[in-house]
């Protein structure tokens, strides 16, 4: 994914976007590749061998190759044929938790939410310790306004040893804070996803509104301005949010710089709208 992109999905997750409808995928992700090793118990003193291709069994290796196809098409947004595929996979094999994980995500994008809930449910029954599952289940509570529900999934998620989902877990979780209105909190947690990844505008944007929120104009200014003075990842909120944090500081000049980048670059954006009026409390 380009720097662009990653920035325009973090806008969107941002705490006060206007974009909310198009969250959805911004921080959730869909099954880990592989296959779940078994679920039955290991005798004492018998260490459990690593699980690979000759312990598949057919079912299995056809639920793996539905799954392969659900999880393509669902990234093409080709929702009711990824559905299709993933109940096929799950036919197969009814203990993949990677399976209903992935039906929950569909489900969610579908506007069903009991069965989305239903089927994160069970992927977690099937493995408690998957922490995209975990992830996803929070990200959807946190859209549910389910948010200490959400905050614990994502506890439970970064819990998981070797997690390599860490700062993607960490901005969700610090976005579906501010949400809730726990300020405090949520500039913790983001700042611990900048110091997983420090590159990663998304973190920055968020943490930058936060401490706006916060009143911290000067802290905000310096993360906003982490984004905004590369010009390829600037977007019209985050102009917009910088504009804001100089409007606070009665910085005119530096309103009237990012606002003529403003209606340079996107004119026609409500942002833009927002600023001829003045608007910046809106």
């Not at 936060?210 to 802290?219: F, I, N, P, Q």
């Not at 984004?227 to 504009?243: E, H, K």
């Not at 927002?274 to 809106?282: G, K, Q, S, T, V």
């Amino acid at each position: 994914m380009s720097a662009l992109s990653r920035l325009r999905t973090a806008v969107l997750l941002t705490a006060l976007a206007a974009l909310a409808a198009c969250t959805t995928t911004s921080t959730i992700s869909g099954p880990v590749d592989g296959v779940p090793g078994p679920s039955t118990p290991i005798a004492t003193g018998v260490s459990k061998d690593r699980v690979t291709a000759s312990d598949e069994t057919d079912a299995t290796r056809r639920g793996r190759a539905r799954l392969e196809l659900a999880s393509a098409y669902f990234g093409e947004g080709q929702l009711e044929t990824a559905l299709d595929e993933v109940k096929l996979a799950i036919n197969a094999d009814s203990n993949s938790g990677q399976a209903y994980n992935l039906r929950g995500l569909i489900y969610s994008r579908l506007g069903d939410e009991r069965l989305a809930e239903e089927s994160f449910r069970r992927a977690l029954q099937i493995d408690g310790n998957d922490a995209d599952a975990l992830h996803n289940f929070g990200w959807f509570q946190c859209q549910r306004q389910h948010y200490a529900e959400s905050d614990a999934l994502f506890a439970q998620a970064l819990a998981v040893p070797r997690y390599r989902g860490a700062s993607r877990s960490l901005l969700a979780q610090g976005v579906c804070q501010a949400r809730g209105g726990k300020l405090v909190e949520a500039e913790r947690t983001l700042l611990k996803s900048l110091e997983a990844d420090a590159t990663n505008p998304s973190t920055a944007v968020n943490l930058a509104e936060v401490l706006y929120r916060r009143a911290d104009y000067d802290r905000a200014r310096f993360y906003i301005r982490r984004v905004n003075n590369q010009g390829d990842m600037a977007s019209a909120q985050t102009l917009w949010l910088g504009m804001r944090i100089e409007q606070r500081l009665d910085n005119r000049n530096g309103v009237e710089e990012l606002g003529a980048r403003l209606r340079q670059r996107f004119p026609k954006s409500p942002e833009a709208g927002l600023y001829e009026r003045r608007a910046f409390d809106e």
